[in-house]
C-alpha cells in the first residue's frame, strides 16, 4: 500500500472510533436524565446520524479493502 493509503486508513479508523465515542456519550446524556426534550431528541436524532455514518464508513472501508486484496492478488 502507498503511503497516502495508509494515511488515509487510519484517519478512517479514527473517524469511526470517533464517532462511535460520540454516539455512546450522546447516549450516556440521553440516559443520565435532567436533559430537556430538545436536547433528548438532539441526543436521539444525533445517535441515528452518527451511528449510520460510522456504519456507512466502515462499509466502504471494508469493501475498498476487500477490493484492494483482490487487485493485489490479480497481479501475482
Same mark, same amino acid.
Given at each position: *500500500?502507498?503511503?497516502e493509503w495508509d494515511e488515509v486508513v487510519h484517519e478512517v479508523k479514527l473517524i469511526i472510533t470517533r464517532l462511535d465515542a460520540f454516539r455512546d456519550d450522546l447516549l450516556a446524556a440521553a440516559?443520565?436524565?435532567g436533559l430537556t426534550d430538545r436536547q433528548r431528541e438532539f441526543a436521539r436524532d444525533s445517535t441515528v446520524l452518527t451511528s449510520g455514518c460510522s456504519l456507512s464508513l466502515l462499509e466502504l472501508y471494508a469493501e475498498a *479493502?476487500?477490493?484492494k486484496t483482490e487487485e493485489e492478488e490479480t497481479k501475482e
Open positions: *500500500m502507498s503511503q440516559d443520565g436524565g *479493502m476487500a477490493e
